[in-house]
Every structure is written in structure tokens, then in C-alpha cells.
């Protein structure tokens, strides 16, 4: 009656079990691979053009390395690869300490006014890159208000490239390294001052320890943000090569696409570089994370506080005054003869000169790409994390929705031209059209927001599709009322990125636009080049507007209407 | 009582079920038999293979080879959605943004009943778990212990065949444990519902279930009531396991003797049929010792000193050294009364008998 049955089974003589796939497995089989299908398509294959394209001559017979002799032979060129990269240096130099110092007042001190500082830190990521170069020119340009600060020197040039960068890249750098700050254990710190340790021992033992994985990914971040930017030294660069101007150069100057291919490659490399050494240092920062830390809670401390605040608001006052110096262009007649208030930007430059297409274009192109690609991700997050099968796809579809960051947007939006200009590819009757434009714009921004949803679909009880299952619930109908209102304000946070990007973005869709497509942000540049700096303002101005209005109404709808839909959101009230 | 060995009409049938995970053989060919309205409980350390086994009969994953039948219908190969059972989660698995009514309504709803219908089978439940009012509230309004009811209610709302608890009370305080499992088998034997759970706690095991599935690497190591597994542990791992136990190595010497040191002991069950000089372990419950004038009619007795007393709220723990067999101490089990009275403490003196009927021999 005791007996258990224990049956010595060996593998090699048992059949293994098929289970019978319910419909509902096989349409989120199928779904799944789908997407994989899409990123292979939209993602891996432009990418393999570009490979291809390498090794082949204008006439696409192949020519092994020939190209890159070529190139590696162009003093020139190879210039490039220094400049690139000492200009990228430069500014993570610059920006990491900087923004360190913002998140560790914002941390560490008791100082007033935390959450407006911290907002107006952010602002540079509602303005596209052109901005700051555009305003730095206003500033410190031939006609520059303080131009006699810079003693004879010039702007254009790495000066410009590097100030209007730092400026550019600032808040990301600030995110990272918040991030990092945040998740420090108080516990360490009383332990320390329990132990009586000095505040700068403190410093070199605790706060810089545990935020080295931040330092280092916000490092990265920001090196390959500048090696991938090509907006700012195409206006404010002067005749200083940089190897995304290389390749643009050689795109649309020249038309040399393999020349293009082989720059792109080269630029490929820094980035990916960085990249992986980011995702290193991303994932140690998540089992940091995962430990159970009690948040530090600064105490008062009057001078320490008040240095900081004067910190930044210095900080933030730069910010505002390259902000402030680029709307105000837009609303005054000529700089620097004639600075009475005028519309004529907006109603001559942009209305009448018919550029004004451009803006509502950027405007269509961010609304489809937020509300395609929130979807998409965000359905593909899910297929990803809370359905079962089919194990190896899932590993190549994360693989996939990771390599997207390591990609400069010039090298995808070549690499689009590559694929979907071919004329044996029955896709390309995308070419040219409003669609590869929001479908280059969602995956050059993928990565991102696919971590913003795994993240807020693993903080979901995993058994919810299980508990679905036992009640013969299809998963479908519990994704429609559990898992979206539930991710709720995820999902809008990855609408409103979405949005701001690509109401931004400049370097993919460059060679991706046709003449009815044309963006904001594109028209910007070609009304730089035209010497139309007022109306570049005002259209910069406008792309600012607009990003600020989503970012508002995203602020506004997660306060009220969330606060109202989600009551069970509400504190514990037993 | 119920029978262990697979009846005809056992409800849930289990036949060697193997599982491996990479390398990893989870369940090595295990079969079990759940007869109609028993609540069975599987008991092992984690990485047993319990909780697998559990998920395998809800289809949640899938077995290497073996088959499952329940209620006389192959569901091997079915999957989930075509099984029938309700299952509930340590975690709760609530879901956070229905109220608790639309969480126990979940999957009535899918069914098409009428709205009135839903209505009544609700309120039925809520008062059934003894959360009448709940209904508007959400999940995270409510404690643990609640949260885990109303869990159970949305496995019940469907009357499932077969219910299924995945470690229910482990996220609970200890206080809420002990009054929910008393809930939860009342509610069982009231409705009468097959029910298979998953513990690691053997006292939740043992006040819980009509019979405990011991498991320990991929393997049962025994099937029985709680009061079999107790005191009839089918291999040391059991009687390990399962409570506190003194285990004493002995050799046999003959006659049914052994002996422990320069100890000897009689009568222990089984003792003669081993062949002289053989080693095995004896058995013995720290509470089936007896003490002084108990001990004083018993064929083993042998005078002891204490050597340490610890007190645990409810009773001691007195450990002492055996004239004789000093190098194993033994783990006795005392109230305080019973302390107090002999005024023992470090050092002192008393006689111990050693029940041969209570002596469990393993090899």
C-alpha cells in the first residue's frame, strides 16, 4: 500500500510526448513568426545589403576588398576616422561628468525646485539635433552675439560640433546615470557614517562604485550617439569631415552607394563596439537592481544644497538659452540687423515658401509610427514574453530587437536604399512612400521601446495566461483586459517616444524622403543650406511644439484619466 | 480509507511520467493513482519535482513519456484550455485591475451564462470563502490570506473536476497559514472536489491531506496516509524529512538484538531477520522517548545525562548522552511542565527507555 511506482525509463526507448497545439497556440505561433519574418525583412536585410554592397563595384561586380583599399588609400577619408572619433571624445568627456553632477544634485542633495530643473534638463530631447547647431550659430556665429568670446576662434568647426553635441546629448547621459543613482542602497550609507566615514571617502567608496555600470553605459551612449549624428555637422561642421557627412557625401553628393557602404561599415564599428560594451553594462545595472535596496534620502546640508542649485540652474539656464535663442530667431525679422517681432519666419518662410508640407508630413509620419510601432512592439513584446513554443525563435527574435541600437540611422536608412530600391524586390513599392519612412523610423527606435515593454510585461504575475488557460479563457481576451490596461502607462510612454523621435529623427529617413514625403526636420536642412537660418528656426521651433503638446497630453492623460481608470491602483486599504 | 494502488475508477491516473529539462531529469518515470474527492498532497524539498508534476497534469508543460488519465479520459497530450481543472497559484495570480467580482466571474463569463445566473453563482462563492462583501474591491485592497480565497473561488466558479493548488500558502504569514489550510480542507471536503497540491511544508502536508506523496529527486519515495508517512517512513529520506528524528547506527547482533555503542537494544521490528553484524540505521521520534518512571517498565533502558535543554514556547528539547553510547547523542521532546518538575538541566541524571515498537530500522 506504501509502494510507489518507479519505473526505470531510459530516453533512447521512450517516444517523446506530442501535445496536441490548441488553435490559440498556433495563432500565437504564427504571429510570432510574423515578427520574426518583419525584422528579418526590415532589420537584418537592409543590413545585409550593405555587406553586399561592399564588395561590389558601381556595377555590382564583385571586388572583394577593393573599396576599402580605396577608401583606407584617401587621406581624406581616413581623416574622417579620427576626427570621428576625437569629436566623440571630446563629448563624452564632457557630458558624463556633467550630467553626473546634475543627477548627483538631484539625488544627493535637499536642494528646492528638484522636478523643474530635472524637467528643463530634459528639454533637449523635444528639439531635433539641427537646434542647438542652429542656435549656436546665432550665438557664437559670424554674426554671433558673444562671437568675441571665442577670441578669433571659430564656431564652425569641432567647437560647434562638440557644444551643440554635448547639448544634444545631455539628457540621455542624465537618464542613464539618474537611473543608476537612484537604485543606491541607503543602507550603505548609514552603514558608512555609522562606521564615521568621511563625505568624500563616502563619495570614492559608495556613490562612484555603484554607479560605474551607469557611468559607463551613459559613456556609451553618448559616444555612439555623436559617431551616428550627422545633422549638426552638416550645419555647423563648416568643411570638418566627419564619417556620417562621409557617407551622406557620398550618397547624394556623389552617388558612389558602394563608397557608402564601405563608410557606413567602418562607422559601424565604434558603435557596435560601444554597444556591446552598453548592453554589458546595462545588464549588471539590472542585478543591481534586483538586490533589495532601501532608497537613500539625502538630509540637509545648507552649502552643499545651495552649491548644487546654483549648479544647475546654470546648467539649465545654457540649456534654455540654446533653446531660447532658436525660437527667438523665429519670431524676429533679420539677426542681427533688425530684431522687431515678426511672424514672416512662419507666415513667408514656411507657408509661402511652401515648406510648410514638411511639417505636417513629420506630423503624419510621428502619428503612425507612434501608433504603428506602439502595436507592433508592444504585441510583439508580449508574443515574446507570455506565450509558449517555438523556443529558438524566441531567442532570434530577441536577438533581433536588441541590434537595432547598435545601429546608426544613416547606416539603415542606406541600407533601406540597398534593399527596397532594388528593382527585383516586389517591396518596393514602398520606396518613396510615407510607409518605409515610419517603418524605418519604428525599427531604427525598436530597441528601446521593446525593453520599456518586456520590462512592464514581466512585472506581470506570470501565471495570468496559465489561471486564463484553466478557466478556457482564449489568451487573446485576456491580453484585452488584463495586460493592456494593466501596461497602460507603458504602453503610452512607448507612444509618446515613438512620437518625439520621430518628430526628431533626421538620420534615416535623409535618404529615404521623396519629394511629397519630405519631413521637418529634413526641410530644416535644406533651408540651413539655403541661408534661411530664420525660417529653420521657426520650422525647429514648430518640431519643438509639437513634441512638447505630446509630451503634455501624455503628462495629462496619465495623471487624470489613469488615476480615474485604474482605482485599483490605489494605496492598500485592508 | 482510500487505496493506494490504482483502483479502476481511480479519478486521476498518473503512469510513469518523465520529465527532463536539458540534462536535467526532473521526474524519473512517476506513477500515482487520485481517487474521486481525495485530496492528495505532493511533499518534497524544491527540485523534488512536485511542483513539475503538478504543471504536467495541468498541461502547463508537457511530459517527456508517460500518460495521464483523468476521470477515464486520456489527457496526455491535450492542452490546457481542453483540460478540466481550476488552479491556484502561491502567487495569487489575481488579476490586479478587475474587481474581485470580475476576477471570481473570469471564467463564467467566457462560458455565455446569463448575466443573472453569473450574478448568483458569485455571490454563492464570495460567501463560500467567506468573503461575502468583497466584490467591488480589487485585489490589491485585500490581504494575502483574502486575496488567496478569492483565488480559490475563481478556480471553483466553473466547478472544475479537479483542482489544483500550486504552494498556496507559502506567501502567507504564518498566522493566516495555519487558519487558511484549515479553510481550504474544510471547503474540499464540503464540496467533495478531487484536489492534488504542492507543498515543501510537512506539517501543511501532514494536517491537510487524506494522503501525502513524498517526492525527492524526480522520484516518490512514498505514497500513504500522513499518519503512515509519520510513523511508518518508507526510507530514511522520508523519515528524515518528514519531522525530527534520532538516528542511531546499529549493528545487528542476533536474536533480534542490536546493538548502539556497548548498548543493547530489543525487539525493534524487523531486527531478527537480519543477519548477524549487519549495519543499519534505527529510528526513533524524539517524542516516542520515555523518561524515568515510563521508562521503568521497558525492556530498553539505559541511564542518560543531559546535556543541553532548549526551549522552544510550546515544549524542549532535551538533549542527552546514553551510558553506553555517548559519541550519538539523542533529541528527546519534553514539555516544560515535565522540565520543571525533574528540575533538569545540564548534568542531570535520569533513565530513558527506548519503545522497541516505535523503532523504525532502515538500511
Not at chain 1, 50 to 64: E, H, M, N, T, Y
Amino acid at each position: 500500500m506504501t509502494t510507489a511506482t518507479v519505473e526505470a525509463l531510459s530516453p533512447a526507448t521512450a517516444t517523446r510526448i506530442k501535445p496536441i497545439a490548441h488553435w490559440h497556440d498556433r495563432l500565437s505561433q504564427l504571429l510570432l513568426l510574423g515578427m520574426c519574418l518583419a525584422l528579418v525583412v526590415f532589420l537584418l536585410a537592409p543590413l545585409a545589403m550593405i555587406l553586399v554592397k561592399s564588395v561590389q563595384d558601381r556595377d555590382g561586380a564583385f571586388v572583394g576588398l577593393q573599396q576599402f583599399r580605396d577608401y583606407f588609400d584617401t587621406p581624406a577619408l581616413r581623416q574622417s576616422i579620427v576626427h570621428t572619433l576625437s569629436i566623440a571624445g571630446a563629448v563624452t568627456a564632457i557630458t558624463v561628468p556633467l550630467a553626473f553632477s546634475f543627477a548627483y544634485a538631484l539625488t544627493r542633495s535637499c536642494m528646492p525646485f528638484k522636478s523643474t530643473l530635472r524637467l528643463v534638463a530634459l528639454t533637449p530631447i523635444l528639439a531635433p539635433s539641427l537646434l542647438p547647431a542652429i542656435s549656436f550659430i546665432q550665438w557664437f556665429g559670424t554674426q554671433g552675439v558673444l562671437k568675441w568670446t571665442l577670441g578669433g576662434a571659430s564656431v564652425y568647426g569641432p567647437t560647434g560640433i562638440i557644444i551643440s553635441s554635448v547639448y544634444a546629448a545631455f539628457p540621455h547621459a542624465l537618464m542613464i546615470v539618474l537611473t543608476a543613482l537612484l537604485l543606491a542602497d541607503g543602507r550603505l550609507y548609514e552603514a558608512a557614517e555609522s562606521l564615521g566615514t568621511p563625505t568624500l571617502r563616502r563619495f570614492f567608496t559608495i556613490t562612484l562604485p555603484g554607479a560605474k555600470y551607469g557611468l559607463i553605459s551613459a559613456a556609451m551612449v553618448v559616444f555612439s550617439y555623436t559617431v551616428s549624428e550627422f545633422g549638426i555637422p552638416k550645419v555647423i561642421g563648416g568643411n570638418f569631415n566627419v564619417l556620417a557627412l562621409d557617407i551622406f557625401k557620398q550618397v547624394i553628393g556623389q552617388q558612389n552607394f558602394n563608397k557608402g557602404a564601405v563608410v557606413s561599415l567602418v562607422l559601424l564599428v565604434p558603435v557596435l563596439v560601444a554597444f556591446v560594451i552598453d548592453s554589458t553594462m546595462q545588464g549588471r545595472l539590472q542585478a543591481q537592481f534586483s538586490s533589495r535596496a532601501v532608497p537613500f534620502a539625502p538630509k540637509p546640508k545648507p552649502a552643499f544644497d545651495v552649491a548644487m542649485l546654483g549648479f544647475c540652474v546654470t546648467v539649465c539656464t545654457l540649456l534654455l538659452a540654446v533653446l531660447g535663442m532658436a525660437i527667438y530667431t523665429s519670431f524676429i525679422k533679420l539677426w542681427p540687423y533688425d530684431k522687431s517681432f515678426s511672424m514672416r519666419h512662419y507666415t513667408f518662410g514656411l507657408v509661402d515658401g511652401g515648406v510648410i508640407s514638411a511639417f505636417f508630413n513629420s506630423l503624419e509620419m510621428a502619428f503612425f509610427t507612434a501608433l504603428v510601432g506602439t502595436v507592433l512592439i508592444f504585441g510583439g513584446a508580449y508574443l515574446l514574453e507570455k506565450t509558449r513554443g517555438m523556443s529558438a525563435l524566441r531567442a532570434l527574435i530577441r536577438l533581433l530587437a536588441a541590434i537595432p541600437m547598435g545601429v546608426p540611422g544613416m547606416v539603415l536608412g542606406l541600407g533601406y536604399i540597398f534593399f527596397f530600391n532594388h528593382p527585383d524586390n516586389p517591396l518596393n513599392v514602398l520606396y518613396h512612400g510615407m510607409a518605409i519612412l515610419v517603418i524605418s523610423t519604428i525599427i531604427h527606435y525598436y530597441t528601446s521601446s521593446h525593453l520599456t515593454a518586456v520590462t512592464a510585461l514581466k512585472a506581470l504575475d506570470n501565471e495570468f495566461e496559465a489561471v486564463s488557460a484553466s478557466l478556457k479563457v482564449p489568451f487573446y481576451k485576456t491580453f484585452f483586459r488584463v495586460t493592456i490596461p494593466v501596461c497602460l502607462p507603458a504602453i503610452l510612454d512607448i507612444g509618446r517616444y515613438l512620437f518625439v523621435n520621430a518628430m526628431t529623427t533626421i538620420s534615416a529617413v535623409v535618404f529615404l524622403y521623396s519629394p511629397d514625403t519630405k519631413l521637418a526636420s529634413l526641410a530644416i536642412l535644406n533651408l540651413d543650406d539655403a541661408g534661411e537660418i530664420g525660417a529653420a528656426a521657426a520650422m525647429a521651433t514648430l518640431i519643438v511644439a509639437a513634441s512638447t503638446t505630446v509630451c503634455v497630453i501624455y503628462a495629462v492623460v496619465t495623471r487624470f484619466l489613469l488615476v480615474r481608470t485604474q482605482a485599483w491602483r490605489r494605496p492598500v486599504t485592508v | 480509507m482510500p487505496q493506494a494502488a490504482a483502483s479502476k475508477d481511480s479519478y486521476l491516473k498518473l503512469e510513469s511520467i518523465r520529465k527532463t529539462f536539458g540534462k536535467f531529469v526532473a521526474l524519473k518515470g512517476v506513477g500515482l493513482a487520485v481517487e474521486r474527492g481525495e485530496l492528495v498532497i505532493f511533499l518534497g524539498p524544491s527540485g523534488c519535482g512536485k511542483t513539475t508534476l503538478l504543471r504536467i497534469v495541468a498541461g502547463l508543460e508537457t511530459q517527456d513519456s508517460g500518460s495521464i488519465v483523468q476521470g477515464g479520459r486520456d489527457i496526455s497530450r491535450l492542452p490546457a484550455m481542453q483540460r478540466d481543472y481550476g488552479i491556484v497559484f502561491q502567487s495569487y495570480a489575481l488579476f490586479p485591475n478587475l474587481s474581485i467580482f470580475d476576477n471570481v466571474a473570469y471564467g463564467l463569463v467566457n462560458r455565455r451564462k446569463g448575466r443573472d445566473e453569473i450574478q448568483r453563482r458569485v455571490s454563492e462563492l464570495l460567501k463560500l470563502i467567506g468573503l461575502p462583501d468583497a466584490g467591488r474591491k480589487y485585489p490589491g485592497q485585500l490581504s494575502g490570506g483574502q486575496q488567496q480565497r478569492i483565488a480559490l473561488a475563481r478556480a471553483l466558479a466553473t466547478a472544475p473536476g479537479l483542482l489544483l493548488l500550486d504552494e498556496p500558502l507559502s506567501a502567507l504569514d504564518a498566522i493566516e497559514r495555519v487558519r487558511l489550510r484549515g479553510e481550504i480542507r474544510a471547503l474540499q471536503q464540503r464540496l467533495g472536489v478531487t484536489t492534488v497540491m504542492v507543498t515543501h511544508d510537512q506539517e501543511e502536508a501532514l494536517s491537510m491531506a487524506d494522503r501525502v506523496v513524498v517526492m525527492n529527486h524526480g522520484v516518490i519515495e512514498q505514497i500513504g496516509t500522513p499518519e503512515q508517512i509519520y510513523r511508518e517512513p518508507a526510507s530514511a529520506f522520508v523519515a528524515d524529512f518528514v519531522g525530527k528524528v534520532n538516528v542511531l547506527a546499529a549493528v545487528a547482533e542476533g536474536g533480534g538484538r542490536l546493538r548502539v555503542g556497548r548498548l543493547l537494544l530489543e525487539g525493534a521490528p524487523g531486527a531478527g531477520a537480519l543477519s548477524t553484524g549487519a549495519r543499519v540505521s534505527l529510528y526513533l521520534r524524539p517524542e516516542d522517548v520515555m523518561i524515568n518512571g515510563a521508562a521503568a517498565a521497558m525492556p530498553n533502558t539505559a541511564s542518560a545525562k543531559v546535556t543541553k535543554v532548549e526551549f522552544l514556547g510550546a515544549f524542549c528539547h532535551v538533549t542527552v548522552e546514553l551510558a553506553g553510547a555517548e559519541e550519538q547523542p539523542l533529541l528527546i521532546n519534553m514539555s516544560r511542565h515535565a522540565i520543571d518538575d525533574m528540575k533538569l538541566c545540564p548534568g542531570a541524571a535520569l533513565s530513558v527507555g527506548l519503545p522497541p515498537e516505535c523503532m523504525r530500522l532502515l538500511v
